[in-house]
């Protein structure tokens, strides 16, 4: 309640074993931390952490997740939200740097591929 740093959780530590939600005293420190914390940066890096999870690879589950349900392409959403459409991948520059667009284009055959979860983080922040 002072504000001093009383520790760290692990976000994936209480996936399936959260924190006592009825100790006031437990609750009111995390929201405490994370109302004092910064946020750190979006982009396309998971903690090692939070990446490998019960031996399974969470950005692949969640890029797999978006595809079952049909959500839309990156290039789709682009078109949506009002900016132009690209014809190559060298045309989303005006949003992602140019060496993450490098990788895009090293991982997907076609700029209308890009996944939108990985686009969406690929951007540079506004």
Known sequence: PNGEKKGEVAMNSTYWAPFPAHDTRQVQELVMGLINSKAQKVDLNMAPGTKHYLG??????IIQTGRDHGLPT????????GLPSISSFGELNNTIDDEIIKVLESVYSHHDDIDLVV????ERPL
């Not at 399974?56 to 589950?61: G, L, P, R, V």
């Open 56 to 61: 399974s690879d969470k950005m692949a589950t």
């Open 74 to 81: 990156y290039t789709q959403v682009r078109e949506y939200c």
């Open 119 to 122: 686009g969406g983080l690929s």
